[in-house]
């Protein structure tokens, strides 16, 4: 009676595999650099059944460039989530989405996106850029911090 199924485990899925809060060994990230990862998620999840119904002639062109960054930007955030030193992969991260917005905008002006979908993504886009901007911010002022002696 009231039994979880078998992959939601004692702590009802929050800590399962497939959480974007745990990697395989149950290391779990920062709650702060989740938001930025799973907006990220987010971005996908909405972007790639859209580039589905590009016209074939920009499908395989715009379409690819469009969804091999937006991954680019999830793998790179993972990893930052992960990693001591972050600072570079932020940055890179931030890269990405300005030529997200670049190419997003050139779809919308190539009418290949209706200007409610050019305005949904460029609102996920800048949502995201201030979240790793944040991020980036709040870990540089831990490494200032960090960095300066204590006086007495």
Known sequence: MGAKPPSEGRDGGKNSPNS????????????????????????????IPVLDGLPRSQKFQLGDRLQST??????T????????????????ANLDLE???FWVRLAK??????????????RLIDDLGRQVGGWLRADSGLRKAADTPAVA
């Not at 955030?77 to 890179?92: D, H, Q």
Request: glycine share 2%; net charge positive; no cysteine.
């Open 99 to 101: 030529k997200l917005r």
């Open 20 to 47: 974007p809060r745990s990697d395989r060994s149950g290391a779990r990230a920062p709650r702060a650099n989740v938001a930025a990862v799973e907006s990220s998620y987010q971005l996908l999840l909405w972007l």
């Open 70 to 75: 937006a991954l680019q930007v999830l793998d």
């Open 77 to 92: 955030l993972i990893e930052a989530a992960y990693n001591r030193e972050r600072s570079a992969l932020l940055r890179r």
């Open 109 to 122: 002006d190539l009418k290949l996106l209706d200007f409610k979908r050019y305005e949904h993504a460029s």
